[in-house]
DNA sequence: ATCATCGTGTCACACTGTGACAGAAGTCGC
DNA sequence: GCGACTTCTGTCACAGTGTGACACGATGAT
């Protein structure tokens, strides 16, 4: 990896640890665009070369999260049924955290602090979830062998992980939860999430209503 | 009701259609506030005056479904399960939605082709509706008798019956359905969802893993 | 060293959204 | 109808986000 390439992903993160420290400390709205350039030393026409939008710091990590889940779904055997391989997606998503840096944890930490700060962040990042959920939703009916384009039970396969993975995220014990209890509760609700689903339901696919029942295609 | 609220209403009105027509012959992002103001005589600063943000045009139903929900969350029997009052609420905005005016539901149909075509629209929609499960799961929460804060059980009622809702209206069998059709494959997913359940899960309480089991409090 | 490439700053600009104020229109009393 | 009062609307000014164009300097390959 070249200069260039180091010196780029250095100015990234001094951006985006600039901006969570601002956001956390003086909040969202109030910090502009410009003084977050302003704090790192560059110019805000540069700030929106490295972030497209002052939204998309908050989204820093959906990116990754998705690439892990898409890979899981591609590595998973064909005949598995496909809520088992998006839990497998899911605690990738968690181990890969686990085994962060120091630096990746903090930062992770700050921005769960920052969205339960605000409300309204919670729904840009729900937004940018809902982008994920298609493309997710996509790789699903493939793997089932189906038209991802109407295909409910896919999507629904997909919505009720990433929920899983969402209101794990969102539900604190604790006032300032350390990674290892975030991640436990994440872990907690997969769990419960799991618990709460009739076995084998996901292997049906999608009819009518009136002959649901005898279409168990696996 | 005097002739201010009246106009006010008609104006308001005035401003939905001419933005979603805009906006299905434009797209979204090319159609600028000043013209949607233009297009009905009003100017720029009234509009916001009208709707708070751009984005509001396409979340004005929200607050209608959600008003729907809440009020069919108080109206049902203390003791039923949380999922099945949630499904209930759902059942009143699809009826609801069938009682309305030709206009409204052609809205409706508009609003979901924009949404159709913008993906990033559907965003806007789902970022709303975070909030609006916090809302209903804090409902839910107080209804279960349990800590509305940190209640994972709750959010997953509410946040997989949203699912349900807006998996439904996302996945069109037909290029351009009618209102019917939509609201029957809305209901046709909240049958799904229904089935994949675990009869009583949303009973239990929310303890930890080690003893689920025993923990049916209903 | 040299040249092409890429990153950066500067300038200019469009668009969204808000506060302040003045004038127009609706509302209510008489 | 007239006047006083309230509410709505338009104009103006402005902050902030985000983008295109261009020129300059740093980086990388040869």
Redesign the interface.
Known sequence: MGLRERKKEKTRLAILDAALDLFLEQGYDSTTVEQIAGSVDISPRTFFRYFTSKDSLVLWFHDHGEEIITETLRSRPPGEPPFTSMVHGLRAVLSDMQDSTPQDAERFLKLRRLLDDH?HL???S??????TE?RLAAAVAERRGVDP?????S??VV??AM??L???F????RERPDLGEVLG?ME??I???E????PG??LRG?R??SD?GEALDA
């Open positions: 409300p919670v729904g840009l729900v937004a940018r979830g809902a982008e298609r384009a109407d295909d409910r039970m999507h629904l919505a009720i929920s899983a969402r209101v794990g969102e539900c604190p014990k509760q907690e609700t769990v419960l999430v618990g709460m689903l009739r339901w996901d999608t009518e209503p649901r």
